[in-house]
Structures are given as structure tokens and as C-alpha cells.
């Protein structure tokens, strides 16, 4: 995985993993790599996988059963849904509408694109 310097590498390895849930790659009560196997895979110190892990864990979308691993919170992948979702409407949609009257770009010519 290739990291960007604008959020820190834990975030970026938890957005993975919701990205992944997102995908269906992992489904409620499906068990998810080990925090060990999962920085190797990344190609990270196993350190920064355990925050990672951690904060998913905070946010309730993975839970631990002693002995056998991380798990995908049941409702995960909605709950990953609606919080993407809130942020984009309210932090992001702001800024392109911004964007799009400074530059002239019309709803419709959005629409063409998107169609494409």
C-alpha cells in the first residue's frame, strides 16, 4: 500500500479496512487478518497495525474474541456507510459546489460526467 503523508499511516490502514468492508470482502462476523498478518501484508510495524486495529475497535466496527482473532462488527459496513456519507455531504459536497461556481461548471455538465 502506498501511504499519502496527509493522515497518519494508522488511519489509512483502519480506512482500508472500511474500504474492504465496504467492498463485501468482509461481511458481519467474518474474521479479518491478524493485526501481524495484516502489517506484513501492508509492509508496516505491527505497532501502527495495533492502532489501527485499535481505533476500528473504538469505533466499534471490529471486535476481538480472545484467542481467535478480530471479527467485523455486526452493522459495520452500514454504520462505515452512514458516517462516509455524513462526511461527504458536510465536508466535502461544500467544497465542490465551491469549486464549481468559481469555475463555471454547471449541475448538468456533473451529470454528463457522471453519466459517462
Not at 502506498?2 to 467492498?23: G, H, V
Not at 471486535?63 to 461527504?88: C, M, S
Amino acid at each position: 500500500m502506498i501511504f499519502s503523508n496527509d493522515k497518519p499511516i494508522f488511519i489509512q490502514m483502519a480506512d482500508r479496512l472500511c474500504d474492504e468492508i465496504l467492498a463485501l470482502k468482509y461481511r458481519d462476523d467474518d474474521r479479518i487478518p491478524s493485526v501481524r498478518e495484516y502489517a506484513v501484508m501492508l509492509e508496516v510495524n505491527v505497532n501502527t497495525a495495533v492502532k489501527a486495529y485499535d481505533e476500528l475497535a473504538r469505533a466499534n466496527i471490529i471486535y476481538n474474541k480472545r484467542g481467535l482473532g478480530y471479527f467485523v462488527t455486526p452493522g459495520a459496513r452500514q454504520q462505515i456507510l452512514d458516517e462516509r456519507k455524513a462526511a461527504f455531504m458536510n465536508e466535502r459536497l461544500p467544497e465542490l459546489f465551491r469549486q464549481m461556481r468559481l469555475l463555471g461548471i454547471d449541475i448538468s455538465e456533473v451529470d454528463d460526467a457522471w453519466r459517462k
